[in-house]
């Protein structure tokens, strides 16, 4: 028994490896220009918003975390902001709106003109998540996202979409993580060298 599940781990952890693999050769140029947004913006005096549904919202909580506390070194905060964090809020919104409000609702209250707003989804179809990106555009704020392998409603409300060359859910998610970590370590070394 053991020996199956250790061959399950070198399965499943070797096609995961293989998918960051295919990302970093064919999207490291959508990559880049996420990250490059991003940077502008905080450069810029402007906030970031991420949003997401279940991984992809636990995901946009990590990597503002790692934004608002420290990535790598101790160094002065930036302004990010998960959309539906408040519990209060998202519950209100949701009873009062809908559940598809629940970002977008949020967006039009709190996101200005210059400010990012990316959004997370395995599908690329989440209508919360493609509402607030909408909502957010309109707004003349930046609007990323990042997906799965095809191509979806997402695309229509983004500047740039990272499309995570899988249709598997867990491994889109540990690609949105993946690139999320690099995208905080150069947003700090690009604000705050040592």
Do not use: W
């Not at 959309?83 to 977008?104: H, K, M, P």
């Amino acid at each position: 028994m053991t020996d199956k599940l250790a061959d399950e781990f070198k399965r499943q952890l070797a096609e995961s490896a293989e998918l960051k693999r295919a990302l970093l050769q064919d999207h490291a140029g959508t990559m880049a220009a996420i990250a490059q947004a991003i940077i502008e913006a905080f450069k810029a005096g402007k906030r970031v918003y991420f949003c997401g549904n279940g991984g992809s919202f636990t995901d946009a909580h990590h990597l503002v975390g790692e934004l608002v506390g420290r990535y790598m070194y101790d160094r002065p905060a930036l302004p990010a902001f998960v959309l539906g964090a408040g519990v209060a809020t998202l519950t209100a919104v949701g009873n009062d709106y809908g559940y598809e409000q629940i970002f977008s609702r949020e967006v039009k209250g709190c996101v200005q003109p210059g400010d990012v707003v990316v959004g997370l989804s395995t599908s690329g179809n989440s209508k919360n998540v493609c509402d607030a990106l909408e909502a957010a555009k309109a707004r003349g704020a930046v609007t990323l996202g990042m997906a799965g392998a095809n191509k979806a409603r997402i695309d229509e409300v983004c500047s740039h979409v990272l499309h995570v060359p899988s249709t598997l859910t867990p491994r889109i998610q540990e690609c949105h993580i993946a690139v999320g970590h690099v995208i905080c370590d150069l947003v700090e070394r690009a604000l705050f060298p040592k």
